[in-house]
């Protein structure tokens, strides 16, 4: 079976997981709740500290759900998360979504939220989500889309900022723009066009609380996550050039005028 040949571009720093511990189902799988039955067995990839994977627990009580991520160090941090809310009908385990060990018919849902983009060949991952999923059931993904990200006032350094994390993450193996391509991932991965509905979704960052929070994470993120040291080793950024734009995040996190908006795509695919 295929196996990533991608690398995970941000890593696991604390300004990393400080926006991953960030994401509920509520702010980042609305477009997949309104599916989801009491009853239900859900297979999570990609969970990462697993706070989305606990909040789709919640709404299956009479069901089960299962986290996974390629990066074992990060599953501690998602069973801490389960245990503190008191959830028993959820567990954790290392998988590779381009060979997921389960068998066919596994999962009445399959979900995954910002992991097409980090992958080898996402294709491959939704014909195996595909795979694991009961007829009937649901593959759903949502994922940012970085080309179609905006924000006001304009900053000449956050447009460089945004060409360094798009030659950043190609050359890790991924594909920044994954949002616009999901549906079109689908098709390729055999899921008839009927079966599947394509959405988008949003984050927006304005407040005072929130461009703090938003910018701040992204200043350190560029200056002491894996994504810096993946830029310099890589030859597409030295550490003066990535100062410069953590100092251009945190300037345009202080504009009282500051606004970022982040696209996603989404789809829910019947099988």
Not at 77 to 85: D, F, P, W
Not at 88 to 109: I, Q, R
Not at 170 to 181: I, L, V
């Amino acid at each position: 079976m295929p196996e990533e040949t991608a690398v995970y571009t941000h890593g696991h720093h604390e300004s990393v997981l400080r926006s991953h511990t960030w994401r509920t189902a509520a702010n980042s799988a609305a477009y997949l709740v309104g599916s989801i039955k009491p009853h239900m067995r859900i297979l999570d990839i990609g969970c990462g500290p697993g706070t989305i994977t606990a909040d789709l627990a919640e709404l299956v009580p009479d069901g089960h759900v299962t986290g996974v991520d390629q990066a074992p160090g990060i599953l501690d941090r998602a069973r801490a998360t389960a245990t503190e809310r008191g959830l028993e009908n959820v567990e954790f385990a290392v998988a590779d979504v381009h060979a997921l060990d389960y068998p066919d018919d596994s999962f009445c849902v399959v979900h995954a939220h910002q992991v097409l983009q980090h992958v080898g060949d996402p294709v491959r991952a939704l014909s195996e989500m595909r795979r694991v999923c009961k007829p009937g059931g649901i593959v759903a993904a949502r994922d940012a889309d970085y080309s179609a990200m905006t924000w006001y006032p304009a900053s000449p350094v956050l447009d460089d900022w945004l060409d360094l994390y798009l030659r950043v993450a190609r050359a890790n193996g991924g594909e920044p723009d994954a949002g616009r391509r999901l549906k079109s991932w689908a098709l390729e991965a055999g899921y008839p066009a009927g079966d599947i509905t394509a959405s988008a979704g949003t984050w927006c960052y304005s407040s005072q609380e929130e461009r703090a929070w938003w910018s701040g994470l992204w200043a350190d993120r560029t200056v002491a996550s894996s994504y810096a040291e993946r830029a310099v080793e890589g030859g597409h950024a030295d550490a003066g050039q990535l100062r410069a734009v953590a100092d251009a995040w945190r300037e345009w996190g202080e504009r009282d005028a500051g606004w970022f908006a982040v696209l996603h795509g989404e789809i829910l695919c019947r099988k």
